[in-house]
Every structure is written in structure tokens, then in C-alpha cells.
């Protein structure tokens, strides 16, 4: 079992950035892939980044690759998402996820936590 609480979300202006922390707990993390999904209303959700915890090596989707930035903290357990210039297209809830392999898909992720929601404004 892993346990998973984001935090961080807020409301911004265009152009503005936040960070979002994801606190881990459970099982040891070196055999996950976390990732970040997000969900706009109406929408399903979504791929925004994905880090394995071993290797480092991280994914991006197109719509955030230059903007955002996946990390992670061994000593707290805990996964980032730096956000810069964002857009209003950006609000969305965030989710924190895990599984055992890479995968942009959301039904492959059997662990998430309860979101955080980011609004960005014009």
C-alpha cells in the first residue's frame, strides 16, 4: 500500500508559478513510477509527468514540457511538480499517482491521493 497526500494548489495569475508536493508514505518507493495527472472539469484525466523514483528519468506531456518540472526528495519521500508560465488552460485538479511501470494512462496507476486544485487566472 502506498499513501499519497498532494499539497500546494492555489490560485495564480497568467505567467505565474506554483509548486506541488506529493508526501509518500507505505511501501518503499524505489520500485514505483509516480507521476502527476491532472482534471479539468468536464475532462478526463489527464498525463502532466511522470519520474521513475530509481532511475530519476522523467516524461513529460507535450502541453507542459519546457514549463514544468517533475522531482522528487528521497530523504522526505516526497514528488514535486514545479509549474511555471502558467496558462489558464493549466486549471485543473492535480492528482499524484504510483505504479510499477511508466504508463500515461491513469487506469494503470492503483495508488493516487486526493488532488489539489490549480486555478489559473487571466
Known amino acids: 500500500q502506498v499513501r499519497l497526500v498532494e499539497s500546494g494548489g492555489g490560485l495564480v495569475q497568467a505567467g505565474g508559478s506554483l509548486r506541488l508536493s506529493c508526501a509518500a508514505s507505505?511501501?518503499?518507493?524505489?520500485?514505483?513510477?509516480m507521476a502527476w495527472f491532472r482534471q479539468g472539469p468536464g475532462k478526463e484525466r489527464e498525463f502532466v509527468a511522470a519520474l521513475s523514483w530509481s532511475a530519476g528519468t522523467t516524461n513529460y506531456a507535450d502541453s507542459v514540457k519546457g514549463r514544468f518540472t517533475i522531482s522528487r526528495d528521497n530523504a522526505k519521500n516526497t514528488l514535486y511538480l514545479q509549474m511555471n508560465s502558467l496558462k489558464p488552460e493549466d486549471t485543473a485538479a492535480y492528482y499524484c499517482?504510483?505504479?510499477?511501470?511508466?504508463?500515461?494512462?491513469?487506469?494503470?496507476?492503483?495508488?493516487w491521493g486526493q488532488g489539489t486544485q490549480v486555478t489559473v487566472s487571466s
Open positions: 499517482g504510483a505504479a510499477r511501470e511508466y504508463a500515461r494512462s491513469s487506469g494503470l496507476y492503483p495508488y
Open positions: 507505505g511501501r518503499t518507493l524505489s520500485s514505483y513510477v
